[in-house]
């Protein structure tokens, strides 16, 4: 799927949102996730909507996210996101239920502590191997 496709598959919409990186590059200047190659996915089923976003950081089309039950947001420098910017995309389209990923050696009490007085964000931790 390409940026921006649609497709239903057994009952499952899947949407393909942008994943890219704007800050984060490599030592010759090229970012780790280039703008237009990669996706992250919204997945529809029932009354529920999952967003994983892939490798990306809070780019700006994380704004146009509505109703996003469960997210997964990448949380790995220099790769992703650091918890500021993950609190930054969760605070943009306020998912119920937020799960950190690919979060490495990255504290993720960092992340529990900015999101703390968003009692709408319920901050998930799950140990990583």
Do not use: C, W
């Amino acid at each position: 799927m390409k940026n921006g496709d649609v497709q239903i598959i057994q009952e499952i919409k899947f949407e393909a949102i942008p994943a890219y990186n704007i800050i984060h590059k490599r030592d010759n200047g090229q970012p780790f996730h280039p703008e237009g190659v990669g996706n992250g996915y919204i997945l529809t089923f029932g009354d529920k909507r999952v967003y994983v976003a892939g490798d990306t950081e809070n780019i700006p089309e994380m704004k146009t996210l509505q109703g996003i039950d469960v997210a997964f947001l990448p949380m790995n420098l220099p790769y992703t996101m650091t918890p500021e910017m993950v609190a930054d995309a969760a605070k943009l389209f306020r998912p119920k239920i937020l799960y950190p990923y690919h979060y490495g050696d990255t504290d993720t009490s960092k992340l529990v502590e900015l999101l703390k007085d968003e009692q709408e964000i319920e901050v998930r931790i799950r140990k990583m191997s």
